[in-house]
């Protein structure tokens, strides 16, 4: 499973998830995840059809799209839902 995480300086959910991720990812090390700004990144607003920020988009072992969640996240759902789905 991989997540696509993309946010801005500007938004501050964004900002408040940054903390969140990083506890998560090294809590399981095991979960690869990429972050993209849009201000440096437009064309990928379109491309992944983005509504709202932050954006997180799950993709399983053959980068397909199977969940997508948006805004501030608590961690522990974040964390269960990865962990259910590791096998994605």
């Known amino acids: ?4 995480k993309f946010g801005a300086v500007w938004c501050l959910g ?9 506890e998560i990812e090294k809590e ?10 849009v201000d440096k990144e437009p064309e990928l607003e379109s491309k ?3 509504t709202d920020y932050p954006a997180f988009i799950f993709l399983d072992k053959n980068d397909r799209e199977f969940q997508r969640m948006y805004g501030e996240i608590d961690k522990k759902v974040l964390k ?3 962990e259910k789905n590791r096998n994605q």
């Open 14 to 22: 964004c900002l408040l998830m940054r903390p969140r991720w990083l």
């Open 48 to 50: 992944y059809r983005l």
């Open 28 to 37: 399981l090390p095991w979960l690869v995840t990429e972050y993209h700004d």
């Open 1 to 4: 499973m991989k997540v696509l």
């Open 80 to 82: 269960e839902f990865c």
